[in-house]
């Protein structure tokens, strides 16, 4: 019995020891699902927060400071203007004949046209003033001499009627009579 005993108890002992591996295998393979069921948790919290932030995004504000570009850009402005200065210059000759001036055109303009249209409205008044002066005497003159020939007519007319007997003066005063309706 010794031997079966020997044996049963290196057939325990391995099952023991079968049994031991198979129960740290056992744990290890637990303690791996616990660590897989923990990531796949946390995993999924992030999910979740991640999903979150794609439902609310947040803006994205870029801020940056343009003002080393400006300077370089402004150097760059200032050294170009220089180099066109430095250039020699083209010598253009030009020969004009100005009627009037390039610079304050404006203010000559208004002084000369003002004065030109001051002196045309002066002389247009002037001679209107001498037309009418003209005409004005010509019809002085020719309403004096209408007034010497009625003159003349009125003395006729008295010496006439005072030299005649009654019967002209009759005729002349039919006369006048009738020259007195036809001017009314």
């Given at each position: ?5 020997k ?77 066109v200065?430095?250039?020699?210059k ?20 208004r002084v ?12 247009l ?43 002209v ?16």
């Amino acid at each position: 019995m010794d031997t079966t005993q020997k044996t049963g108890d290196i057939e325990r002992e391995s099952l023991e020891l079968v049994l031991e591996e198979f129960t740290e295998e056992q744990k290890l393979h637990t303690k791996t699902v616990d660590d897989l069921v923990k990531a796949v948790n946390v995993l999924s919290g992030k999910l979740t927060e991640f999903e979150g932030k794609l439902d609310r995004p947040k803006e994205v504000t870029i801020s940056t400071d343009t003002g080393a570009m400006q300077e370089i850009v402004k150097k760059g402005i200032i050294d170009m203007k220089l180099m066109v200065a430095g250039q020699p210059k083209n010598v253009i000759r030009k020969f004009q004949l100005l009627l009037f001036p390039e610079q304050d055109a404006k203010l000559f303009y208004r002084v000369v046209f003002g004065r030109w249209f001051l002196w045309l409205a002066a002389m247009l008044l002037l001679t209107n003033l001498y037309k009418f002066s003209i005409h004005w005497s010509e019809n002085q003159k020719e309403i004096q001499q209408q007034q010497l020939e009625n003159n003349r007519i009125k003395k006729a007319w008295n010496l006439m009627y005072s030299q005649q007997g009654k019967g002209v003066k009759r005729i002349m005063d039919s006369a006048y009579e009738k020259a007195e309706e036809c001017k009314k």
